[in-house]
């Protein structure tokens, strides 16, 4: 039959499934009437920014862009990235501006915009708290040294790298790179003194070993030339914060009064982060079901592309597999999110750009489970099918992907199992999933090791259902052939 209307239909299918996804999570909820400015942060910087345990973004810069929006009277969404995506969004301008305690230094200064000065940072370094050897810079030669990527501390260290001979170890949230000192794999970590000095103060096992060297300030930025009015207002309203007092009350806040006891068990960990960790997991099943959807209409096009007599077909078929299968899943995420929008000039959201990349991705893979599935039905199936008359697309939908099914069903379910641990990859782009939610409480408690073996957990029992569902859909399905 007319193999070119079947292609036509399966393409539209594709174009109205990501039409509705595109409707249901916009790609800009800025509203014509009254402008919502989208702010990207990094919520794993404490004090200056995290999610506290009623999954309220707080801390300094959080306080103070709430108290200046106030002031000056404008709307505003934050977008918790971390920091190296919340720079990248803000050059891709998928983004109007970022708080993330950035430190304005001259080379952000030529893409960047930023506001008055409002905290004046400085770098220290510490040790974990039983390390008696280390108490200098002198005593570093040789070992690693662990350090956030993009901080002031990742600067200085890098500034003093070659005087003292050591090694630089590189993480992207503060939690990871304090537990990377306690294990003992780095001797001694710098970072910014007031987010060091809030986690000592937590508890996070380290203890500061040196004087406080001067730094840079953090500012609020905006892209180049973009956004001056929200820049002013910042700064106007920062001034008139600082005049009343409200700023300074904002900076003891964090910095001078005393934290809340938790309990930092296991089952009171587990019962604080309930809520957050189910928020994620509701995110991480989304992720899976919306992608997979769209990978299986995908899949099944070039799937079928893959084994047409066509040549130009196999060669569409060919190169999009080869380019999914070929390139990391981050990559693409990366270059979806921030590249295309850059390119085209559009926004797009996290959560949209993440299921677009799950999708294609894993349609490459459900592209090789249809090829195979289809060519291990026996040639003489189609060939009898066609001897009696039936046209390739009835012989095709009838005969082959009957039995063709059959044989994917378990790959579809190990494919669903691949690509919900996937969308833990997407938390580096800001999507609020399970490995996100995750990291979020971590930076709020430093409890890493429990923390994780309760995502762990979570991940664990998932999987396992999924797998019982495909055993049992293989048992059911030798049953039927039996």
Request: with cysteine.
């Amino acid at each position: 039959m007319n193999k070119s209307k079947i292609v036509s239909k399966l393409f539209l299918s594709i174009f109205t499934l990501f039409t509705i996804i595109s409707l249901v999570l916009p790609f800009s909820n800025a509203k014509a009437e009254e402008k919502t400015y989208i702010i990207a942060t990094d919520v794993t910087f404490a004090p200056f920014e995290f999610q506290d345990k009623n999954g309220d973004f707080v801390g300094i810069d959080m306080d103070l862009l709430k108290a200046i929006a106030e002031d000056q009277g404008f709307k505003y969404e934050v977008r918790p990235l971390g920091f190296n995506a919340a720079v990248q969004a803000l050059e891709a301008k998928q983004v109007d501006a970022v708080i993330a305690g950035m430190s304005i230094t001259d080379e952000r200064k030529l893409k960047f915009d930023f506001s008055d000065p409002y905290f004046d940072s400085g770098v220290i370094m510490a040790v974990d708290e039983d390390n008696n050897k280390v108490s200098s810079y002198e005593d570093l030669k040789g070992e690693r040294v662990a350090v956030k990527t993009g901080t002031e501390g990742a600067a200085f260290a890098q500034s003093i790298q070659d005087k003292y001979g050591f090694k630089i170890v590189t993480f992207d949230d503060s939690a990871n790179m304090y537990e990377d000192v306690k294990t003992g794999n780095s001797i001694a970590c710098f970072d910014d003194y007031p987010v060091l000095a809030y986690g000592v103060k937590q508890g996070n096992g380290l203890k500061i070993v040196t004087d406080k060297e001067s730094g840079s300030s953090y500012g609020f930025a905006v892209a180049k030339g973009e956004n001056a009015e929200l820049l002013q207002m910042f700064n106007d309203g920062l001034s008139n914060l600082k005049a009343s007092g409200e700023y300074q009350k904002i900076l003891d806040k964090y910095l001078e009064t005393g934290d809340e006891e938790a309990d930092s068990g296991f089952f009171g960990l587990l019962k604080e982060s309930f809520p957050s960790l189910m928020s994620g997991l509701k995110m991480t099943i989304i992720l899976t079901v919306v992608s997979l959807v769209a990978a299986t209409i995908i899949g099944v096009i070039f799937g079928l592309f893959q084994v047409s007599n066509k040549k130009l077909l196999r060669a569409i078929a060919t190169i999009y597999v080869d380019i999914f299968r070929g390139t990391p899943l981050l990559v693409q995420a990366f270059f979806i999110y921030f590249g295309i929008p850059a390119a085209l000039d559009i926004r797009i959201t996290a959560v949209v750009a993440g299921i677009i990349t799950l999708s294609l991705n894993a349609g490459a893979y459900i592209a090789e489970i249809v090829r195979g599935g289809i060519q291990s039905v026996d040639k003489g199936q189609m060939e009898a099918s066609r001897s009696l008359g039936l046209p390739y697309r009835k012989a095709m939908s009838k005969v082959v992907l009957p039995q063709a099914i059959r044989i994917m069903i378990p790959s579809f379910i190990n494919q669903f199992v691949i690509t919900l641990k996937d969308t833990s990859i997407l938390s580096i782009i800001g999507i609020n999933e399970l490995t996100q939610s995750g990291k979020i409480i971590i930076a709020r408690n430093l409890e890493s090791f429990q923390m994780w073996l309760i995502v762990g957990i979570i991940y664990f029992i998932i999987i396992m259902i999924l797998t019982k569902v495909s055993n049992h859909l293989e048992r059911r399905i030798k049953h039927g052939e039996n």
